[in-house]
């Protein structure tokens, strides 16, 4: 979509820090964003590669782990 990954912390960072990345992303990318990038939030979630993450990601992955099973128990 912007033609770009981005490289995130290796540790967990302050609040805040996700989305000052994603700005600076999208601003280098040379695309026009002046909601900052809120505007692509839904093209970047249908972008991403959660499978990936879950298993990558210790802490991302037990949350999307919690999430799916809350998801199951309220699809019964």
């Known amino acids: 979509m912007f033609g770009r990954g981005c490289t995130t912390p290796a540790v967990k960072c302050e609040?805040?820090?996700?989305k000052r990345l994603l700005r600076t992303e999208i601003r280098q990318?040379?695309?026009d964003a002046p909601l900052g990038g809120e505007e692509f939030a839904e093209d970047i979630v249908m972008a991403m590669d959660l499978g990936h993450v879950e298993t990558?990601?210790?802490s991302?992955?037990?949350?999307l782990k919690t999430l799916k099973g809350l998801f199951h128990q309220f699809s019964r």
């Open 15 to 18: 609040k805040g820090e996700y």
């Open 56 to 58: 990558s990601e210790e």
């Open 29 to 31: 990318s040379g695309i």
């Open 60 to 63: 991302l992955g037990r949350f």
